[in-house]
């Protein structure tokens, strides 16, 4: 079995948030999804598993954050393109998302955008081109600088 990542995500609207998930790519994985959690598939090796907030807050005992209002975690994934980050991040903002929540990054080398999802929860949508990034030692990224 591959390593996987499924991240666990509370929403306050289950149907808004899933067709979100759909517009920026993910498909609804049926088989793990019912009236209270939808199953979205980003890639064969990551999964966002949606959770209304009352479903979400039987898996801790902790308050749920309110995404808009606090920074929890930045959520970074690749495209093979810019226009492909494009495309992503302008089809969220047209299903319910918050497109470019803070000023695109153009790098060269890298291209970046960011993303709110209608819960808040943020996203980079990055695109990386290894072979230029390389050539550029002084500004290659390191892993914390990737979803800047």
């Known amino acids: 079995m591959p390593k996987m ?6 929403v ?3 149907a808004a948030a899933t067709r979100f998930y759909e517009a ?20 064969d090796t990551i999964t966002f598993q949606l959770l209304g907030n009352d ?5 801790t005992p902790k308050k749920i954050a309110d995404a808009k209002a606090t920074s929890e975690v930045l959520i970074a994934l690749s495209r093979d393109s810019r226009e492909d980050v494009d495309a992503t991040v302008n089809a969220g ?3 319910g998302g918050d497109a470019d929540i803070r000023e695109r990054q153009d790098m060269g080398f ?3 955008r960011c993303l709110a999802d209608p819960d808040g929860h943020t996203f980079e949508f990055i695109w990386l081109d290894m072979s230029a990034a ?4 002084d500004q290659q990224p ?3 600088s990737v979803g800047r």
């Open 5 to 10: 990542i499924f991240v666990n995500l509370p």
């Open 12 to 14: 306050k609207d289950l």
């Open 24 to 43: 920026i790519g993910c498909e609804k994985n049926e088989q793990f999804s019912d009236h209270r959690s939808s199953s979205m598939i980003w890639s």
């Open 55 to 59: 479903y979400f807050a039987t898996f």
């Open 93 to 95: 903002g047209s299903a």
């Open 110 to 112: 890298m291209y970046n």
């Open 134 to 137: 390389s050539d550029t030692s």
């Open 142 to 144: 390191t892993s914390s």
